[in-house]
């Protein structure tokens, strides 16, 4: 798996505080508005890989991050003559996946989905599986790391890991994602320090 | 904005943070990524989770052509011996015929798709009814159906299940059945009137040989994972040719065989399929233990 051009390798941590800027120069919105088909390709090629990423690290689980990918891109397609072609679409989008997510969260089928784990439903274990095919060392260590990192994000209850995955991964600022949880400020605060805290403590366990 | 109070991360926390961006992120399946794709540049996702996207034609039954219809009469005791042994035949079929399936269980809210009809899921009578072998089933997200055929096997079909339903088997002559899952996830459980029968289930990318056991089928976009809660089942890759590198799977373990060219991998079952497998075999245990389903 290589990393995105747009993924946290890039990142130097939460020091960005809008949501990082997205080239959208080559995406017209407002074809996009209109349902225009080559509009609307290049607004999936734009965003999908960032939203999956998002969906799957919420949910941690393949299978439901693929029916969330679907719900969010259903969502932007029945919504889309409501986009504003004059604003940057990620903050939309980045609502849409979170309320599905949490639509999935209050939903059976989020418990359900840890009740048919697959080998590609556990995070890690298919990278495992890829390196040990592939043989070198250092993507077998690798694979693995990501693998205890993420199982110490899953292991974060629900409202916990939005906040991390929010900030971390979509640089959003305490007060956006206040905005878009319904928290305040302080509360986001104090989740994010206790997510970290608590993905620490998982993590050393774990030996990393 | 107002940011940056992580400068009162302890150190493991700030270890926790450097390891989370250093994470790569999780990418989609490029076949699902396409596929998702077309749907939301033709429209199609729109109707894709509601309607059936391609319809069928049905299934068009040839009448058998009776005897009647020649011009010649045969003579009379030739006709009588036809008869006889028509009517044996008829009496040994109805007889050797399985218990059809009988919906014992429906979870979650809308509709399913039998033979791309659209059944809502609080209409009981109408899954009876639609529900019978060679029928095209498709589940959508959120929903579970539970069937069971008398005292035989007990089917459980998940979000995204998309399969043909298999005839009963037989109870004495020809006891194998043949099934068909396209996708999703589907368990099944057998029981005391199994034995003796031979199940084969046939995936995209996998065979697996049933010979009596409790196990789930699970079709992805990548590929089949097979898991089995008791017995064993034997799963292999399916070819052209047929299925090849077929391997025992125990009790506990699953297979897992890719859609690409690559040997299957093997591992044991996750804790919580191992849950969910167990809660359904339980929960169909009476139906195929002798209590008789309502009509």
């Known amino acids: ?19 990082e800027p997205r080239p959208t120069d080559g995406l017209n919105l407002e074809a ?105 060392e250092g993507d077998a260590l690798a694979a693995e790391r990501t693998r205890l990192v993420q199982d ?57 | ?5 992580d400068d009162r991360l302890t150190d493991e926390a700030e270890r926790a943070r450097r390891l989370l961006l250093e994470a790569p992120p999780p990418r989609a399946a490029t076949a699902f990524r396409d596929r998702l794709k077309d749907e939301f540049v033709s429209g199609a996702i729109e109707v894709s989770g509601t ?13 058998i052509r009776g005897l009647a ?34 919906v014992t269980g429906v979870r979650g809210e809308g509709v399913v798709a039998v033979d791309g009809d659209t059944v809502p899921l609080s209409d009981r009578a ?8 060679g029928a095209e089933v498709k589940i ?54 199994f034995h003796g029968t031979r199940l084969n289930v046939f995936t995209p990318e996998a065979s697996v040989e049933v010979v009596g056991t409790t196990l789930a089928v699970i079709v992805q976009t990548n590929g089949t994972c097979v898991c089995v809660l008791e017995g064993a089942a034997r799963v292999g890759r399916m070819t052209p040719n047929g299925p090849t590198d077929i391997q025992p799977v125990r009790s506990g373990r699953l297979r897992f065989v890719w859609k690409e060219d690559r040997p299957p991998s093997s591992d044991h079952m996750r804790d919580m399929e191992r849950i969910r497998l167990a809660q359904f075999r339980d929960a169909q245990r009476p139906w195929l233990e002798g209590t008789p389903a309502p009509d």
């Not at chain 2, 309607?51 to 009448?63: F, H, L, N, Q, S």
């Not at chain 2, 009469?73 to 050797?96: D, E, H, Y």
């Open chain 1, 1 to 19: 798996m290589s990393p995105s051009p747009t993924g946290p390798t890039q990142k130097q941590g939460p020091s960005v505080l809008t949501p």
């Open chain 2, 51 to 63: 309607r059936e996207a391609r319809g069928r034609a049905r299934r068009k039954t040839v009448p």
């Open chain 1, 32 to 136: 996009v508005r209109r349902r225009d088909p080559e509009a609307l390709a290049a607004f999936f090629d734009a965003y999908f890989d960032r939203m999956f990423a998002l969906v799957y690290r919420l949910l941690g689980d393949r299978t439901l991050a693929e029916d969330a990918a679907q719900e969010v891109f259903l969502k932007v397609h029945r919504g889309a003559h409501l986009l504003d072609p004059t604003r940057d679409p990620v903050p939309w989008l980045l609502m849409i996946a979170t309320n599905v997510c949490r639509d999935f969260w209050r939903s059976g089928a989020y418990r359900l989905s840890h009740t048919s784990l697959s080998i590609d439903d556990t995070p890690g274990l298919r990278e495992t599986l890829h390196s040990t095919a592939r043989g070198p």
């Open chain 2, 1 to 5: 904005m107002n940011d940056r109070p």
């Open chain 2, 140 to 193: 959508p997200d959120g929903v579970e159906i539970d069937l069971v055929s008398g005292g035989v096997m007990a089917l459980q079909l998940t979000r995204r299940t998309d399969l043909t339903i298999p005839p009963p088997p037989t109870r004495w002559i020809n006891r194998r059945m043949e099934m068909h899952v396209r996708y999703g996830d589907t368990r099944m459980t057998t029981g005391p009137d």
């Open chain 2, 126 to 133: 109408a899954l009876n009814r639609l529900i019978v072998p």
């Open chain 1, 152 to 208: 110490a994000l899953l292991a974060l209850r629900a409202p916990l890991r939005e906040v991390v995955v929010l900030r971390e991964y979509e640089g959003m600022g305490y007060d956006q994602i206040a905005a878009l949880s319904g928290l305040n400020e302080a509360a986001v605060r104090k989740r994010y320090s206790r997510a970290l805290a608590e993905m620490g403590k998982h993590l050393r366990k774990a030996g990393l």
């Open chain 2, 69 to 102: 219809s020649r011009r010649r009469r045969a003579p009379v005791w030739i006709a009588a011996s036809l008869a006889a042994a028509a009517a044996i035949t008829i009496v040994i079929g109805t007889l050797n015929q399985g218990q059809k399936w009988m």
